[in-house]
């Protein structure tokens, strides 16, 4: 399990954006097609992996959602 908020992450994720921006400013250059593609392609990668937090949430809420409509709430009477 990821910890956003571990000094690791945290350092981590600042290196990516930093990442992007650069190879953004890359991109700006005069590339080939095969040189911009990769570019794109290293861009994208940089930006799944800031998003790891976020996908773990919306997994870990996904999960949480199909628990709670699977399982009998402890509030219903099942004496009905």
Request: aromatic content about 4%; cysteine-free; hydrophobic content about 40%.
């Amino acid at each position: 399990m990821l910890d956003p908020t571990s000094p690791t992450w945290v350092w981590l994720e600042a290196h990516l954006h930093a990442r992007v921006l650069t190879l953004r400013e890359q991109n700006d250059a005069p590339l080939t097609d095969a040189e911009t593609a990769a570019l794109r392609g290293r861009i994208a990668f940089a930006k799944e992996l800031i998003a790891l937090p976020m996908q773990q949430r919306m997994q870990a809420d996904e999960e949480r959602r199909v628990r709670d409509t699977t399982q009998p709430s402890a509030w219903t009477d099942h004496n009905d």
